[in-house]
């Protein structure tokens, strides 16, 4: 079965890096002055921002390849980790949509996908893969699903604008998430959805090039052989990713393109490679140990970076909705009035925005390692 053990020091610390990102980009003090890399992409190309979600569901598929496809391939009863694989992708979409019926609890408006949705949809169509299949069977699945999506979105003719329009609203995915999902859509754009039901497909995919990975680390392949592997093949991914840019469809996120898909690959395997190779394979025992030092709030990060997650979503959706009288008869958000002694400081405001961030991830933080501490976590 190869060396690597059921938990990689490396597949953990690279989860908590990606929570800690994620947690930063979605708590800014104002929304109105960013860094740019801390926000999204206008549309077509990317920001560092737009690698934290591809990068997540790249390492749930490591994860699922280590530890599902592990007792696959030892005999586990394969429909039972299909159901239980599946009761854990019901309660992860349950969390997520739960924190899109927060605070208003209005179900004529509320928004059904969202970031744990679209993570639960794509662990239940991979489960069967990783299960069942080999690594050529999964290439294949890859595929199909970027070419069943690029044949939608390039040939299938939306009424009233045409086939291949890929502007905000206009493109193939758009119409169906109107279609299908009506109102409940994302508030903030009304006409589509970031993690619509077509560009789940490719989202897919992004979660399969993880399984991909997780399998071959299982190989009986030198470690040290592996990584090298792991960052010509991330290049390789980055190549692709710019050729598909410029001949098959633009790198963007909101309709998560075969190339944003193929280019956010090449980044998380060159990123985890460095990880596994500092924290798991380098031969130098000081340095490893050093790294080890170094990468250990990520690791406590992301031994419950669901809950974090989640919880820092919430705390979020708190700040904005509980507000308190002011002196003037108006009301503030709590958010606001957290911020607003950072925001007199003289500084700048995008210093001032980032500095929020900066100590709400602090925040949020201490609260993981206390439970880390305590030996809470927490698993669905």
């Known amino acids: 079965m190869g060396e690597t053990n059921s938990r990689l020091l490396s597949l953990d610390a690279f989860r908590g890096f990606t929570i800690a990102a994620m947690v930063l980009v979605n708590n800014p003090g104002d929304w109105g002055n960013l860094y740019s890399p801390l926000e999204h992409a206008k549309w077509n190309g990317w920001t560092f921002t737009d690698c934290i979600f591809p990068f997540f569901l790249f390492i749930t598929g490591v994860s699922m390849a280590l530890s599902l496809g592990r007792r696959a391939a030892a005999g586990a009863d394969k429909p039972r980790l299909l159901a239980k694989l599946a009761k854990r992708a019901a309660l992860i979409f349950l969390i997520g949509f739960f924190l899109n019926y927060l605070p208003y609890f209005n179900l004529e408006k509320v928004r059904i996908l969202g970031v744990l949705q679209r993570i639960a949809i794509c662990t239940l169509v991979s489960a069967p893969v990783v299960v069942y299949c080999g690594w050529r069977a999964t290439l294949a699945v890859i595929a199909v699903l970027f070419t069943i999506y690029s044949v939608l979105m390039l040939a299938v003719p939306v009424p009233g604008i045409g086939a291949g329009v890929l502007e905000p609203g206009q493109d193939f995915g758009a119409w169906i998430d109107r279609m299908v999902l009506g109102k409940h859509t994302w508030v903030q754009s009304k006409t589509w959805d970031p993690e619509g039901l077509v560009s ?22 030198p470690r040290t052989e592996q990584t090298v592997w792991m960052l010509l093949a991330g290049l390789l991914c980055l190549w692709l990713g710019a050729i598909s840019d410029t001949i098959l469809m633009p790198i963007n996120k909101s309709l998560w393109t075969p190339s944003y898909c193929l280019l956010m690959t090449g980044w998380a ?42 919880l820092s979503g919430f705390l979020a959706k708190m700040f904005g909705f509980i507000k308190f009288d002011q002196p003037d008869g108006s009301k503030a958000a709590l958010g606001k009035l957290l911020y607003a002694p950072l925001r007199a400081l003289p500084i700048g405001p995008v210093n001032t925005s980032l500095l929020y961030a900066l100590l709400f991830n602090l925040f949020m933080f201490g609260l993981a390692w206390i439970m880390w501490r305590k030996k809470w976590f927490v698993k669905v």
């Open 200 to 221: 789940t497909l490719p989202a897919i995919c992004s979660q399969l090039f993880g399984v991909l990975a997780g399998r071959w680390l299982l190989t009986s392949t």
């Open 269 to 310: 395997l060159l990123v985890f490679g460095a990880f596994y190779w500092l924290l798991d394979v380098n031969p130098h025992r000081q340095l490893r140990e050093a790294a080890a030092r170094w990468s250990k709030p990520f690791v406590i990060y992301g031994m419950n970076a669901l809950f974090v997650f989640a």
